[in-house]
């Protein structure tokens, strides 16, 4: 891809959208990943009971995203987490999401509490990533 093209990414075996848009777009090597839900991939709109399973059915489906473009947790620059129970839940939700980055190594972020969110979910989280330049 040249540095001024846009790419619109649909990963194959990737999380079903729930609106019209894709999975990720990427532009001079960083990369948006749209918020995902809490629903897995073969069972759209299903979800399991809780923050900590939702978000851990979330990370999944970024790690999916992340994968199929030939990323991963470790090329996350920015998260962006919302919340529909931000004062029942923000605390598990803490606990279940620096489970998938390495110590030290957290993005930036920003977690605000929503009204609602598709679904009826407890949790979306976006990602803007870069991809890894090799120094020569």
């Given at each position: 891809?040249?540095?001024?093209?846009?790419?619109?990414?649909?990963?194959?075996?990737?999380?079903?959208?729930?609106?019209?848009?894709?999975?990720?777009?990427?532009?001079?090597?960083?990369?948006?990943?749209?918020?995902?839900m809490?629903?897995?991939?073969?069972?759209?709109?299903?979800?399991?009971?809780?923050?900590e399973?939702?978000?851990?059915?979330?990370?999944?489906?970024?790690?999916?995203?992340l994968?199929?473009?030939?990323?991963?947790f470790?090329?996350?620059?920015?998260?962006?987490?919302?919340?529909?129970?931000?004062?029942?839940?923000?605390?598990?939700?803490?606990?279940?999401?620096?489970?998938?980055?390495?110590?030290?190594?957290?993005?930036?972020?920003?977690?605000?509490?929503?009204?609602?969110?598709?679904y009826?979910?407890?949790?979306?989280?976006?990602?803007?990533?870069?991809r890894?330049?090799?120094?020569?």
């Open positions: 891809m040249s540095n001024s093209s846009i790419a619109f990414h649909m990963i194959a075996g990737g999380p079903t959208p729930v609106a019209p848009f894709s999975h990720a777009t990427e532009a001079d090597g960083f990369v948006f990943v749209t918020g995902q809490p629903d897995s991939p073969g069972a759209p709109g299903v979800l399991p009971e809780g923050i399973a939702q978000t851990a059915n979330v990370m999944a489906n970024l790690q999916t995203v994968a199929g473009l030939g990323l991963d470790g090329d996350v620059l920015v998260a962006r987490a919302y919340l529909t129970r931000f004062s029942e839940d923000y605390a598990a939700f803490n606990a279940a999401y620096q489970r998938y980055f390495a110590p030290g190594r957290l993005p930036a972020r920003t977690c605000v509490g929503v009204t609602g969110l598709a009826d979910a407890l949790v979306e989280i976006d990602f803007i990533a870069r890894r330049v090799d120094a020569t």
